[in-house]
């Protein structure tokens, strides 16, 4: 397994859209893993193929403290999904900064595990925060565009000023 | 995705550099925490725990892991925030349960929010990741260096080996350990055992040192400690806790406690029975304080001044006293587990300005004494000039002035050093004949 480098914002791939994985292949087991490792060793509780600058539908998700509650969503799609709810989010991609978003409170994906087989799982709570986070990473969207217009442009100066 | 708790730990590194650069610029280690405390009231109990935890523990520990940190870098560091963040990751790698992994990851982004220098990223990953790869190395060339191995300043290692060349050694090592906690039973409102009971039904354990002394197994948080704000106990080191029964004060006496604040030991002398008892300190912000802990120990009879001991004329209505309690300014080198900053903050210089000063405060209360009166001479220090030395000129110089034996049978020579019951403190009973 390698850990594998994550996209800083601002950084144009992590606009680029996540084509659905055709078959689940030994490649796409291959990423799996290396995403997985890539999550932990970065104390995430969730990763999407798009930080890692694969852009396929894959996600790999542990929200567990003891990180052995691995979930993993390859094509994953919502089916229902209701209530809202506000959450402090967090990055892999944006470090050190933390915003509230309001998402769906409950919701209800379906998609294809490690071995491709389909499943259906109803998610609350943080679970269901951080699938709907992921998700957005296939689509091409970071959590902070859905910040206010101007706390987006001062963010953007002051991490480019750090990463210069 | 990543969750608030990777935010908290940032937000606990990031607090706890600042405390840090704050004390090493100068600044008292419980000030300024108190000062945190206030200014983000919204910190867990866990988080102030955290940060407590690593600002006392970089400061027990500065020498040594300040050594380490002179090893790895190879030229200083002018950022003095950078610094501090370095010797918090330190602290981490060596004495945390935090894998280091986050440590090192959590430095980088804390090093983003004090807005560091661009290159900072790369040097914390560089030290961080060099100390795990050769820490034992690194610890061994520490220890070679005294300052690093005993995580004193060089002045104060000499100063004890001088005075105490048999037991120095130990004496540094015990300064590095965490302090005991222990609990005064305000013995007006309820009995040792009873409260001891109390106790017990919260699960918290505890051993009857002496008097109303009751040492907790493992420390707790204030509020979790069952009538604290009724007043049916206060917080105080056992030591401490010696003074008002040395004093021997009996009912209908007029006694002096001439450096009170916090008020610890003025509360002790008024749970003990009915005298007479004026509070004196120099500070009207402590005094507030000294005014609280009797209030809420509903303690209330006794004149509160606002004066300075060494000079009578400012406050002294002439009436003898039949008894003075005399806790004057000091080093506080007894008292380090408690105040870890305190290591860093004195310099070899202070001493002769404490000297100093509790010989004036020393000679002013004598004058306020009645024949036949007692005067307690107290200070939380270990090194003799302000102790021994203080007491045997004194009575140099006061033909009136004889040495009483202490009845508490806790030390022949008046010295109590830090150990696991109690810190470090000096008593004389001064008899005036």
């Not at chain 2, 004390?23 to 108190?34: C, D, R």
Request: proline share 3%.
């Amino acid at each position: 397994m390698t850990s594998m480098k994550i996209l800083q914002y601002p950084d144009e791939r992590l606009h680029k859209l996540a084509t659905p994985v055709r078959e689940v292949t030994v490649e796409i087991q291959t990423l799996v893993q290396d995403m997985t490792e890539t999550m932990y060793a970065a104390h995430g509780i969730g990763l999407a193929a798009t930080q890692v600058d694969v852009h396929q539908c894959v996600i790999v998700i542990d929200i567990s403290d003891s990180r052995d509650a691995l979930h993993v969503f390859i094509n994953p799609e919502i089916i229902a999904a209701s209530g809202e709810s506000t959450c402090e989010e967090g990055c892999l991609s944006v470090p050190g900064v933390f915003e509230k978003v309001r998402r769906a409170e409950y919701i209800t994906v379906r998609a294809l595990n490690i071995d491709g087989d389909s499943f259906v799982i109803s998610a609350e709570g943080l679970l269901a925060v951080c699938i709907q986070h992921e998700m957005d990473h296939l689509l091409g969207k970071v959590f902070v565009e859905y910040l206010s217009r101007l706390k987006q442009l001062r963010l953007k100066s002051k991490l480019k000023k750090q990463q210069k | 995705m990543v969750i608030v708790s990777k935010k908290r730990m940032i937000e606990t590194q990031r607090v706890a550099t600042i405390v840090i650069s704050e004390v090493l610029a100068g600044a008292s280690l419980t000030n300024v925490l108190q000062k945190y405390w206030h200014a983000h009231s919204s910190l867990s109990d866990q988080q102030r725990g955290a940060i407590q935890d690593i600002s006392y523990g970089v400061l027990r520990f500065y020498g040594q892991i300040n050594t380490v940190l002179g090893l790895l870098l190879k030229k200083p560091l002018w950022d003095q925030k950078l610094h501090c963040l370095l010797l918090v990751g330190l602290y981490q790698l060596q004495f945390s349960r935090t894998s280091a992994h986050a440590v090192v990851n959590h430095a980088v982004s804390t090093s983003l929010s004090l807005s560091c220098d661009k290159g900072a990223k790369g040097l914390i990953n560089a030290v961080l990741r060099n100390f795990i790869r050769q820490r034992e190395d690194l610890l061994k060339t520490t220890a070679k260096n005294e300052v690093g191995k005993y995580s004193h300043p060089q002045w104060w290692i000499d100063k004890l080996r001088g005075q105490y060349p048999s037991d120095y050694k130990i004496m540094l090592k015990i300064n590095n350990q965490h302090p005991p906690m222990t609990l005064r039973v305000n013995q007006r409102k309820i009995k040792v055992a009873e409260y001891q009971a109390q106790l017990n039904i919260s699960n918290i354990t505890t051993e009857l040192l002496w008097g109303g002394a009751l040492k907790l197994t493992q420390p707790v948080a204030i509020e979790k400690l069952p009538g604290f704000h009724k007043g049916l106990v206060s917080i105080q080191d056992a030591g401490a806790q010696l003074a008002a029964p040395l004093l021997d004060v009996h009912s209908g006496m007029r006694v002096l406690d001439a450096c009170a604040a916090p008020g610890g030991k003025s509360s002790h002398l008024l749970e003990l029975t009915e005298i007479e008892l004026t509070v004196l300190d120099h500070s009207p912000e402590r005094l507030i304080k000294v005014k609280q802990n009797l209030t809420r120990l509903g303690l209330k009879k006794c004149h509160i001044i606002c004066g300075n001991a060494a000079n009578p004329i400012e406050w002294w209505d002439g009436k003898l006293f039949d008894r003075i309690l005399a806790d004057v300014p000091c080093s506080a080198s007894g008292v380090v587990r408690h105040h870890p900053d305190i290591k860093w903050l004195r310099r070899e210089s202070d001493l002769s300005q404490f000297t100093t000063t509790q010989k004036m405060i020393l000679n002013s209360l004598w004058q306020t004494l009645a024949r036949d009166g007692k005067l307690l001479y107290v200070t939380c220090s270990v090194f003799i000039e302000e102790n021994r030395s203080q007491i045997e000129e004194f009575l140099h110089h006061h033909s009136d002035a004889r040495t009483l034996s202490l009845s508490c049978g806790k030390t022949s020579n008046g010295q109590l050093f830090p150990n696991s019951q109690h810190d470090g403190f000096f008593y004389a009973l001064l008899h005036k004949i």
